[in-house]
T-cell receptor, first 108, second 111 residues
């Protein structure tokens, strides 16, 4: 099956700093998603981004499908951005495969 | 809209017991899926469904059964609980693949 690797595994920031999270995947995919899991466990879909760039407020994501990676940018981080960020991909069989996540801690 | 509703939120089972985790969505989504989340492992797909009457296995299907008799409901059955099934379980739904909306999760402990 498709392998998904995320880096870094942990990241600690001061409020207001910017960050970049990376997701590498091992095969061509139909789609890629980024999720945020808050400290209370709730999972939120941030982006569907099979290719190109999308922006939503302080978050943006870029996927370069031909090179099999995606980047999630967080600008002017806030404490509410803390949590785990997951990347996940699926192919034609709709089986969603997750990476192990990046644990982000934003300190005030 | 309620979104995706999972019940129960917490459950303790004895080894060998069976139970059903309920998942219901009111968004008319065709695609529904079940995941388990273990520390350091991310989420792993157990079973999924692309529509009523259609289900398929994910990455870790052993010990679990599913059925999809309606668009709204996608229950997950543990046949004979084992300590290795101690985990947090999430149900999700989407319009066409992936996961748009997650339930709030079920924390299951098997003793």
């Amino acid at each position: 099956g498709i392998q998904v690797e995320q880096s870094p595994p942990d990241l600690i920031l001061q409020e207001g700093a910017n960050s970049t999270l990376r997701c590498n995947f091992s095969d061509s995919v139909n789609n890629l998603q980024w999720f945020h899991q808050n400290p209370w466990g709730q999972l939120i879909n941030l982006f569907y981004i099979p290719s190109g760039t999308k922006q939503n407020g302080r978050l943006s994501a870029t996927t370069v499908a031909t090179e099999r990676y995606s980047l999630l940018y967080i600008s002017s981080s806030q404490t509410t951005d803390s949590g785990v960020y997951f990347c996940a991909v699926y192919g034609s069989n709709y089986k969603l495969t997750f990476g192990k996540g990046t644990l982000l801690t934003v300190n005030p | 809209n309620a979104g995706v509703t999972q019940t129960p939120k917490f459950q303790v089972l004895k080894t060998g017991q069976s139970m059903t985790l309920q998942c219901a969505q009111d968004m008319n989504h065709e695609y529904m899926s079940w995941y388990r989340q273990d520390p350091g492992m991310g989420l792993r797909l157990i079973h999924y469904s692309v529509g009523a009457g259609i289900t398929d296995q994910g990455e870790v299907p052993n010990g679990y059964n599913v059925s999809r008799s309606t668009t709204e409901d996608f229950p997950l059955r543990l046949l004979s609980a084992a300590p290795s099934q101690t985990s947090v379980y999430f149900c999700a739904s989407s319009y066409s693949g992936g996961a748009d909306t997650f339930g709030s999760g079920t924390r299951l402990t098997v003793v």
